[in-house]
């Protein structure tokens, strides 16, 4: 959920003058429009289709249907491509409003699944999370230089193999140490860490710490497992990777 101090989740990644917008939760895309206008984004990813990661696409329909100063005109090829589990075009046409099915999101968008490939400049591979719903991690390369994001998930090897030497892990660390730990949704700091060791990653950049949570607390755990460098990611931070 997005906090006093922070949006929900939304990751911009570029290269190449390319612009990549991973996952779009509440209030990303008010934030979104400080760097880029939402018309000249190339691409989307979605993780998966919890609203902390997907709901501001009912916002991004509203810019692109009635942007007052030619967002739809100006779309890449007519549309912006949309990478997100199956049921990602229902999940948004509901949420957006239950009662018009017909928004023709197919103008707006061009849907489809997550599948290992080239994308602009990028290629980017995917692994199925542990978390209650198809959630997809996704690792972005590009010049030999490579970032991996867990999305949301549990304790996942496949996190750690999807991971495993990259320059950076943007890993999630949602449980807190007052937290009732619930199996195979969240990880806490410590095991963001253990991840983040287990993949020999360069650094690990920890995310989607909720309001009720210690930044501080879920940092120095991820730290302390991890043992490299670690970072406790801020709203409109910038990383080179
Ligand atoms: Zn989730
Ligand atoms: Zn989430």
Request: aromatic share 8%; glycine share 12%; net charge negative.
């Amino acid at each position: 959920m997005p906090g006093p101090n922070s949006p929900a989740s939304g990751y911009l990644v570029e290269a190449e003058g390319y612009r990549l917008l991973v996952d779009l939760g509440h209030g990303a895309f008010g934030m979104l429009q400080r760097y880029v206008d939402p018309a000249a984004v190339d691409a989307i990813v979605i993780t998966h289709l919890h609203a902390d990661h997907c709901i501001d696409l009912t916002a991004y329909i509203v810019a692109l249907r009635y942007g007052g100063h030619g967002y739809r005109a100006a779309l890449p090829e007519g549309r912006i491509p949309l990478i997100g589990p199956a049921g990602t075009r229902d999940r948004l046409e509901a949420a957006y409003d239950p009662y018009a099915r017909k928004l023709g999101l197919h103008e707006l968008f061009g849907f489809s699944t997550p599948v290992d490939g080239e994308l602009g400049p990028f290629r980017l591979s995917y692994a199925t999370m542990n978390h209650p719903i198809p959630t997809a991690a996704v690792r972005i390369e590009q010049g030999g230089r490579s970032l991996v994001y867990s999305g949301d998930t549990g304790e996942c090897d496949d996190l750690v193999t999807l991971a495993t030497g990259a320059d950076a892990l943007l890993c999630e660390a949602s449980v807190g140490p007052d937290d009732e730990y619930i199996p195979d949704l969240h990880l806490t700091g410590k095991q963001a860490g253990e991840h983040a060791r287990r993949a020999g990653v360069g650094r690990l950049l920890v995310t989607h710490i909720p309001p009720w949570v210690s930044r501080e607390v879920a940092g120095g755990e991820a730290d302390a497992a991890f043992g490299g460098p670690t970072d406790v990611v801020s709203p409109a931070d910038e990383y080179e990777i």
